[in-house]
T-cell receptor
Framework: GQNIDQPTEMTATEGAIVQINCTYQTSGFNGLFWYQQHAGEAPTFLSYNVLDGLEEKGRFSSFLSRSKGYSYLLLKELQMKDSASYLCAVFRGGSILTGGGNKLTFGTGTQLKVEL | DTEVTQTPKHLVMGMTNKKSLKCEQHMGHRAMYWYKQKAKKPPELMFVYSYEKLSINESVPSRFSPECPNSSLLNLHLHALQPEDSALYLC???????????FGPGTRLTVT
């Protein structure tokens, strides 16, 4: 089965740092993705981790510990436009060539509100 | 071109209607996906096409019928839908490396 948990809501102040956690228990794991989704819009890719450790990408960083089934997304220098839902997603699958495709199972999402 | 397009943006249909959703990408991606997203819920995978062949069907009811006419196009044919099928339908595409999926803006479907 699949169980991917995130906090439902978080509030943070503009300019601050916020960490959004994601824990997972899944049958099969090939990597973990983070997506941002503004209300009424499509999800946009932020980062992914295949191996343990920290991946940094500008103001966004993502960390993975496969042994603990745990990931977090770190957002620095928060801006008002960062108010959105943040979705972690477990990736299971093989190569497109072998007919698998990348199967993403999304967590429940964390609604982040950035305040002045 | 790093865009996935979907038409129509909004669709209202009755339970006896037949309609189709369309998705297009010109990034050379060989995997395409349909997701369903209800309000305040995460996207749920419906179908995956790899090299124009259906590779994953997540036990979706037969009133949803996907079609991949070529490597750039993905359709979702709808027939005899129920009001609970009202949702945002998202299309996405990806290649093997890098792995990320690119999402289209979605079609907001209302079944009356």
């Amino acid at each position: 089965g699949q169980n991917i948990d995130q906090p439902t809501e978080m509030t943070a102040t503009e300019g601050a740092i916020v960490q959004i956690n994601c824990t997972y228990q899944t049958s099969g794991f090939n990597g973990l993705f983070w997506y941002q989704q503004h209300a009424g819009e499509a999800p946009t890719f932020l980062s992914y981790n295949v191996l343990d450790g920290l991946e940094e990408k500008g103001r966004f960083s993502s960390f993975l510990s496969r042994s603990k089934g745990y990931s977090y997304l770190l957002l620095k220098e928060l801006q008002m436009k960062d108010s959105a839902s943040y979705l972690c997603a477990v990736f299971r699958g093989g190569s497109i060539l072998t007919g698998g495709g990348n199967k993403l199972t999304f967590g429940t999402g964390t609604q982040l509100k950035v305040e002045l | 071109d790093t865009e996935v397009t979907q038409t129509p943006k909004h669709l209202v249909m009755g339970m006896t209607n037949k309609k189709s959703l369309k998705c297009e990408q010109h990034m050379g991606h060989r995997a395409m996906y349909w997701y369903k997203q209800k309000a305040k819920k995460p996207p749920e995978l419906m179908f995956v096409y790899s090299y124009e062949k259906l590779s994953i069907n997540e036990s979706v009811p037969s009133r949803f019928s996907p079609e991949c006419p070529n490597s750039s196009l993905l359709n979702l044919h709808l027939h005899a839908l129920q009001p609970e099928d009202s949702a945002l339908y998202l299309c996405a595409s990806s290649q093997d490396r890098p792995l990320e999926q690119y999402f289209g803006p979605g079609t907001r479907l209302t079944v009356t």
